[in-house]
């Protein structure tokens, strides 16, 4: 019986991919920054630049133009 206590959750484990997430502020700048793990070597990078009302930004993402993380 104990025995199943711990090995049943670990067979209910299923494989996941993991994404590393980060932020950093300091003197009033926010970095953030996140790893996908994914196989599909067709990334893109946007750059929007900042205007006069709006921080700019950097877009990273596949084809289909959606953002990661």
């Not at 900042?50 to 990661?68: E, I, L, N, T, Y």
Request: glycine share 8%; hydrophobic share 50%; charged share 15%.
């Amino acid at each position: 019986m104990v025995v199943m206590v711990f090995l049943l959750p670990a067979l209910m484990i299923s494989s996941s991919r993991a994404c590393t997430v980060f932020y950093i502020y300091k003197d009033g700048r926010v970095l953030a920054a996140s790893n996908e793990d994914w196989s599909d070597p067709n990334t893109k990078m946007w750059f929007y630049p900042a205007s006069a009302d709006s921080h700019g930004w950097v877009k990273f993402g596949f084809a289909g133009g959606f953002p990661q993380a």
